[in-house]
C-alpha cells in the first residue's frame, strides 16, 4: 500500500467515473483501474463495485476511505513542515464555512504578530470539508454553523472525529433578495411569500447528505430550487431571475460580492448557531492560540 495509492482511491471515490478520477490525476484509465485492483488485492477487500452504470464504493470501501482521508492529510501535513520549499516558515491553517468574521480574525492575527517568514492558509469550503480538514489535522480551527434541522447530525460528526465545538453566535433567520426584488422592501417574508421565486442554495452535493448544509431550513422541500456553488454566481442569478437565498442576516458592507442583496426578516424560525471547532486533545499553535482569541472577541451567547 503507497500513499500514491491512498489518494487514488479518495479521487476515485470523489468522482463520478474511472474516466474522470484519472483526468483530474493525470494518469491513464488502465494505470489508475490496475492500481486499485492491485490494493484490493492486497488487502483483500473489494473497495469499489463496477457495474455498467459506473463506480461506487462498498461498504469496506467507504470505511476505508474514512481512513485514507485521515492518513493522506498526515503525510501532507509532514510533507508541508518538513519536505516542501516552504519547510522553516511558521505554518497556520484554518478551515471556514464563508463568514467575513472569521477571515477578518485571519487577517488580524497575522497583523498582530507580524511573522518574519510564514505560510498560512484559509479554507472557504463546504461543511464536510471543514470538518474533516480539522479532524485529519489540516486546519487547526475550523468555522461551522449548524440549524436545528441538521444539529443532531453535526453533532455527531463532532463525536466521531474528536472535535470540539464553541459557539460563538446564534442568528436568525432571513430571506436574501435584490434590492429591486418586488419583496424586498417588506419588513418579514414567509416562504409562501417566495414560492414563485426561485431558492438559491449552496451545493453541498460532494458530501452526498443535503443535512450538512450551512443553510437554516434544510428540510424543507422547496418547488423552486437552483444550487450553485460560486458566490458571484448566485448573486448573479438573485439578480437575474428576482430569486432568493436563505441565511443569517449578516451581510458585510465591505464584501463587494455581497453589494446589492437586501435582507428581510423570515417568519420561519430555524436559527444557526456559528461557532468555531478544534481537535479534541490537540495542542494549538501561538497562531491557533490568537485566531480563537480574536473569534472570541464576536462571542455573543
Known amino acids: 500500500m503507497t500513499i500514491t495509492q491512498l489518494r487514488y482511491v479518495l479521487e476515485v471515490a470523489a468522482s463520478s467515473s474511472m474516466r474522470e478520477a484519472a483526468s483530474k490525476l493525470f494518469v491513464s484509465q488502465p494505470a489508475l483501474s490496475a492500481s486499485i485492483r492491485e490494493l484490493e488485492d492486497e488487502l483483500g477487500v473489494l473497495l469499489f463495485s463496477r457495474t455498467n452504470k459506473g463506480i461506487a464504493l462498498t461498504d469496506e470501501g467507504r470505511e476505508f476511505v ?10 501532507e501535513i509532514l510533507e508541508d513542515r518538513y519536505l516542501s520549499r516552504d519547510a522553516g516558515k511558521e505554518q497556520f491553517s484554518v478551515s471556514t464555512q464563508h463568514y467575513n468574521f472569521a477571515i477578518r480574525a485571519f487577517t488580524d492575527v497575522i497583523k498582530k504578530m507580524d511573522p518574519e517568514k510564514y505560510v498560512f492558509s484559509i479554507h472557504e469550503t463546504k461543511t464536510k470539508e471543514v470538518l474533516d480538514d480539522v479532524g485529519n489535522l489540516k486546519s487547526e480551527v475550523g468555522i461551522v454553523s449548524f440549524s436545528g434541522s441538521n444539529e443532531s447530525l453535526i453533532r455527531k460528526i463532532f463525536r466521531d472525529l474528536q472535535l470540539e465545538f464553541t459557539p460563538l453566535m446564534k442568528r436568525d433567520t432571513y430571506v436574501y433578495v435584490w434590492k429591486d426584488h418586488p419583496l424586498a422592501g417588506r419588513k418579514s417574508l414567509s416562504i409562501e411569500d417566495m414560492k414563485d421565486y426561485p431558492c438559491i442554495s449552496f451545493d453541498q452535493s460532494n458530501d452526498g447528505n443535503y443535512y450538512l448544509t450551512e443553510e437554516a431550513l434544510s428540510d424543507y422541500s422547496f418547488d423552486k430550487m437552483i444550487k ?13 431571475l428576482e430569486g432568493y437565498s436563505v441565511g443569517c442576516g449578516m451581510l458585510s458592507k465591505e464584501d463587494s460580492v455581497l453589494q446589492g442583496l437586501v435582507a428581510v426578516k423570515m417568519k420561519e424560525e430555524d436559527p444557526l448557531t456559528i461557532g468555531f471547532i478544534t481537535k479534541k486533545g490537540r495542542a494549538l499553535s501561538p497562531y491557533g492560540e490568537e485566531y480563537i482569541r480574536e473569534l472570541l472577541h464576536y462571542k455573543e451567547i
Open 66 to 75: 474514512s481512513y485514507a482521508k485521515k492518513a493522506v492529510g498526515q503525510y
Open 228 to 240: 450553485s456553488d460560486d458566490r458571484a454566481t448566485t448573486m448573479e442569478i438573485i439578480a437575474e
